[in-house]
């Protein structure tokens, strides 16, 4: 298999423009004879359901949740990144791509990072258009707030709601083409296979979440906007079913997986307290605007943060670098937190912590100012730790939040199984090996409003289709599969819980594949994962019916996934010997600490191919080419 | 759809009426209110009898008076028929509630004071209106007053009555403001004002009138 | 810390569900309502029995999947909080709490404290949008909107659509989570060139849905975990008169 970008000929600011006009359409009058399957409705899936569905497309929309209004797009905090240069501080499309793919440490196209970078502010004005109310400057126009990564303000925000505003805004895009009839919508469905019939994507397997019945869903494309795979670490920021059942059914049909290893770890989450602990609670990277990142100079320092003197603080991030101090990128501000943690300058009780203080902004701007760009978050942080923020420091600790990695794909969205588009966080697309902030938004809306619905159309209009229905083998063979796998989890009767398995699979995804890898470490992951679903085969208790709704069989259905990628996440990982962006490989360091990356042996998209159970994946390999932007070390001093 | 049927076949038209009626059988109770303040002046109540004949023979009174009687029985039917629904769109109640820790008593139990202030109403109706107006009109109003009120147990009907009518004006007045889509910050403090001096000061005015008769005679 | 949780169990719609008494133990105070619920499945599933069905997803207060009446309280005791950020402390050691699913007629239960809240989904569809098409939105900067009016939009537009609104309200209403919608819209100039088919669209489908009716209670004020103000009712109320009257 040689996987081929399709990446358009001509200069970079040129290609997306050149490509929209060499691409097939399919006419207005043909377009309602092709029926499209989305999966999710995130902000990808709404954006893109409801896009096709007004082009005249019959669109299939179906999510696990109740409501299109769950998607977890919905708890993204700080904001939307577009180059409109609104505040006049020198920014510019090419600023935006340039940042991102270096933000991205040189693993990302830079053809899709520029085109991203040119539609945003596209996506900006349909937000506006939809009633999104943006936050806004006493004249009436749209302010901006600065993020991680770049020194202009690019970020448009909603309060610390961006994201559940920009979802609101394509989930009611959604709903007007659900009323209009173009979108058949189905909730509570969980996609449990995909289905490829003739070498061509058609449909999909979704079980009735509330029926328990498997059902078959069939079109000319599919569209999977089924998020990331983050919960593969068990305590994320992701939501609790987050899950990466539908991408990992399409790699176990074909569809090879990009870069698995580029997971996010966030720098400002509310730290662990306990065992008992089900997820992650992210605080807004925004926070970095105003507040000073630090910990006590003296190792164990147990004092009231009060109580101790500006002169025996360490505010390191501003320390070691000093242009853009508390705003360095995610990857960066993570590693540095653990690295003070491990060093024993760690605060709180776990002493897996580092103060946010916002002392100083509070003294500079008062209160109420702060109040008023913070307040819904400093609540969320009171309401979990029973500490006030505006008084005391809050204690923040990296998590897991977002994973750069997914299902591979062209220029134009689509995966190297024909009719199988992949778009949002489920894909690897465009941010490299470290996403800047303020950009998942940007890319899940860019993807289903602007991009896949011309790319799409060049696929219909190009593509022959034979007729595939119920009775058609490749649809019998995955609804017979998806039967059977129900049946092997529920027959298994052992004596753990599901939930214990995945409590198990992130102990070892934390601690070996987390913010700091290492070969040893990796390869022992490697094993003791095999070795953990081996017992989860064997061991796992799944309560109650396949007929019914039932929390634990969903759940055990995604563990099991879980199960075989997080051995994948751990095998890229070991295979990649450099550090990148959110990969951080502890053999390959600077001096100073930082991230070394490999660009002669190590600047190209690992693409993991799927060759059977049991067998080792095979490695295909998608060579990166920089013109534009010259790979160096990142600098952020 | 036309507009009026549009505003009819909605709840929010129906509640509407609800508020448009209570405001005007509001403002009926400072008309009454005013002339039953006569019965306190030291004149024997001539007066007092003057308005009530105007009240009894003045032609435009009539259609008034018929307004009145359309305006309690729209409050009451629409009230009747949004309790129905509103009970109905909870079939399963809960076992345990506490409503109290998010609402006040006065605006849950609207349907309950609303009901003793309306049999009151009918008592009170029959006990003068009636009384006055058809079986005998010859006999000054002022006498059949100061029969009433010198019965004791009937003014402590009256008053429990009235607390009723209280606690029934102390929500639906500042809650009609609301259905109106009045009552927005910077109206709010006034309707309340005005909401507080209504549902306390009418209640008392009227209350002073089988007190005041109980002890002066 | 120790409770006693008395919980409804309902295995489907037609089923005529009845509380059930469980003791949950050694509950540390930082844990969240919903991981006393996970703590108790995970004994359920240990002891063969099925765990109690409850929706829940991002645990964080903001996708509005929870919604659990707790001791006759929608998403517990405490103000500004959904179910998932309730923690533990705010209850007395010891405790008995009573947990019931969200009671409305248009919010049929499907199984234990999962109900159906596609109701609200329908009111959107019937109008709770702004027609635009992809592709047709002009500048973003070329409507101001005045800066209070965008925050007063924001304030209703944090609705998380969990229901608290409805399941607190004793008529069973859905009015705050409507004028939530409406008064976003009507708020910001964008949302103007539909704001009567709007208000008149979604009242319809709220009625048809069998909501019940506001009586001004504000219970649904106080208990929304996003603290969206009865003034959009206010909002919604004067947007119906113009559609309607005016």
């Known amino acids: ?637 | 759809m036309s507009k009026p049927v549009a505003f009819l076949s909605s709840s929010v038209g129906r509640k509407m009426l609800m508020a448009l009626s209570g405001l005007f059988l509001c403002s009926f109770l400072l008309v009454h209110l005013y002339i039953n303040l006569f019965l306190f002046k030291q004149d024997q109540g001539a007066e007092f009898e003057m308005y009530g004949h105007f009240m009894a023979t003045y032609p435009l009174i009539r259609p008034l008076e018929i307004g009145l009687f359309a305006g309690f029985l729209l409050h009451g039917v629409i009230g009747i028929w949004l309790w129905i629904m509103n009970r109905r769109a909870r079939p399963v109640r809960y076992s345990v509630s506490r409503a109290g820790d998010n609402s006040t008593l006065s605006s849950r139990i609207m349907w309950a004071t609303g009901t003793v202030v309306g049999i009151f109403l009918v008592i009170h109706v029959n006990g003068f209106f009636v009384q006055s107006r058809f079986i005998t009109p010859e006999r000054p109003m002022f006498e059949i007053v100061r029969e009433a009120f010198t019965n004791p147990w009937l003014v402590a009907f009256y008053l429990i009555a009235l607390a009723f009518l209280a606690y029934h004006l102390k929500h639906g007045f500042q809650s009609a403001f609301q259905t109106f889509g009045l009552r927005y910050s910077r109206y709010e403090r006034l309707i309340e004002f005005v909401g507080m001096l209504f549902w306390l000061l009418v209640p008392l005015g009227f209350a002073a009138m089988p007190l005041y008769f109980l002890w002066a005679y | 810390m120790n409770f006693t949780l008395k919980i409804w169990r309902q295995k489907n719609r037609t089923d005529k569900g009845k509380l059930v008494t469980y003791a949950v133990s050694n509950i540390p105070p930082d844990a969240s309502f919903l991981e006393v619920l996970d703590v108790l499945n995970g004994d359920l599933v240990r002891k063969g029995e099925e765990p109690v069905a409850f929706d829940h997803d991002c645990r964080e207060g903001i996708c509005g999947s929870c919604g659990i009446m707790i001791e006759g309280r929608a998403h517990g005791p405490n103000r500004k909080a959904a179910t998932c950020e309730l923690r533990m402390r705010s209850f007395p050691d010891g405790d008995t709490l009573t947990v019931e699913p969200w009671r409305a007629r248009p919010f049929p239960v499907i199984k234990d404290l999962v109900v159906d809240r596609s109701a609200f989904d329908r009111i959107m569809q019937a109008g709770g949008y702004v027609s635009v098409k992809t592709g047709q939105a002009p500048d973003a900067n070329a409507i101001p909107v005045p800066k209070h009016h965008a925050e007063e939009a924001m304030d209703a537009a944090a609705c998380i659509g969990c229901g608290a609104c409805v399941a607190t309200c004793p008529n069973g209403s859905a009015m705050l989570f409507v004028a939530a919608k409406v008064s976003q819209l009507a708020l910001l100039p964008q949302g103007h060139a539909e704001r009567k088919e709007r208000v008149e669209r979604m009242l319809a489908q709220m009625d048809a849905e069998g909501f019940g009716s506001c009586s001004n209670t504000y219970a649904c004020e106080a208990e929304c975990p996003k603290q969206v103000s009865v003034q959009h009712i206010a909002r919604l109320n004067r947007e119906f008169v113009r559609a309607t009257a005016l």
Request: hydrophobic fraction near 35%; include cysteine.
């Open chain 1, 1 to 637: 298999m040689t996987l081929d970008a399709k990446i358009p000929s001509g200069p970079i600011e040129k290609k997306w423009d050149a490509h929209r006009f060499n691409m097939k359409l399919v006419n207005p009058a043909n377009k309602r004879k092709y029926t499209i399957i989305v999966v999710g409705t995130g902000l990808a899936g709404a954006s893109a359901a409801a896009s096709l569905a007004e082009l005249g497309y019959n669109v299939i929309s179906l999510c696990y949740h109740e409501s299109p209004r769950r998607a977890h797009s919905i708890a993204a905090q700080g904001g939307i990144n577009a180059p409109k240069n609104y505040t006049n501080d020198g920014d510019s499309i090419y600023r935006l791509f340039y940042d991102t793919v270096k933000g991205g440490d040189y693993r990302a196209r830079e053809a899709n990072v520029y085109r991203l970078a040119q539609v945003s502010g596209n996506v900006i004005d349909q937000c506006v258009a939809q009633g999104v109310p943006f936050g806004r400057e006493y004249g009436g126009m749209l302010d901006n707030r600065s993020f991680g990564g770049a020194q202009v303000s690019r970020t448009f925000y909603a309060r610390g709601q961006t994201g559940q505003q920009l979802l609101l805004g394509a989930y009611s895009a959604l709903s007007r083409q659900i009323n209009t009839g173009k979108v058949k919508y189905y909730a509570r469905r969980d996609m449990l296979d995909v289905i490829i019939a003739d070498g061509q994507a058609r449909g999909i397997i979704a079980r009735n979440m509330v029926t328990g019945e498997l059902e078959t869903y069939l079109g000319n494309a599919v569209v999977l906007a089924t998020g990331g795979y983050g919960n593969v670490f068990y305590l994320s920021t992701n939501a609790k079913a987050s899950n990466a059942t539908a991408i990992w059914r399409a790699y176990k049909r074909g569809a090879v997986f990009a870069n698995p290893c580029f997971t996010q770890i966030h720098p400002t989450c509310i730290p662990q307290s306990g065992d008992f602990q089900s997820k992650l609670t992210l605080m807004s990277e925004s926070l970095r605007n105003d507040g000073r990142i630090w910990v006590p100079k003296k190792k164990g320092d147990t004092r009231n943060p009060a109580d101790i003197p500006e002169e025996e603080r360490d505010y390191y991030l501003e320390r070691l670098y000093p242009s853009f101090g508390n705003l360095v990128p995610r990857d960066v501000a993570s590693r540095r937190a653990k690295e003070m943690c491990d060093k024993g300058f760690g605060v709180g009780s776990t002493k897996l912590a580092v103060y946010l203080d916002f002392a100083d902004a509070i003294k500079r701007t008062g209160k109420e100012t702060i109040a008023e760009k913070y307040g819904n978050l400093f609540d969320m942080y009171h309401e979990i730790t029973a500490e006030d923020p505006y008084t005391t420091p809050m204690r923040i600790y990296p998590a897991v939040h977002y994973t750069m990695g997914g299902l591979w794909v062209d220029y134009n969205l689509m995966s190297n199984v024909p009719g199988l588009y992949v778009i949002g966080e489920a894909n690897f697309s465009d941010h490299g090996a470290n996403r800047l902030g303020a950009s998942a938004l940007m890319q899940g809306l860019a993807d289903g409003y602007f991009i896949l619905p011309y790319t799409i159309g060049d696929y219909l209009a190009t593509s022959q289709f034979k007729a595939v229905a119920d009775g058609h083998p490749a649809v019998a063979e995955a609804k017979g599969a998806t039967q059977e796998r129900i049946a092997r989890l529920l027959a298994v009767k052992g004596k753990r819980t599901p939930d214990d398995f995945h409590k198990a699979l992130g102990h070892i995804m934390w601690n070996k594949v987390g913010m700091g890898r290492n070969k040893k470490g990796l390869e022992e992951a490697i094993q003791q994962i095999a070795a953990l679903r081996e017992e989860f085969w064997k061991d796992v208790n799944v309560i109650g019916a396949a007929g019914d709704l039932n929390g634990e069989l969903e759940r055990a259905a995604r563990i099991a996934d879980f199960l075989e990628l997080g051995e994948l996440l751990a095998r890229d990982a070991h295979h990649r010997e450099e550090s990148c962006g959110g990969h951080f490989r502890e053999e390959y360091q600077t001096d100073e600490g930082e991230a070394q990356r490999n660009d002669k042996k190590f600047s190209y998209v690992a693409a993991w191919e799927h060759t059977g159970d049991g067998k080792e994946p095979k490695l295909h390999k998608e060579p990166l080419e920089f013109e534009y932007v010259k790979p160096s070390q990142r600098s952020y001093k």
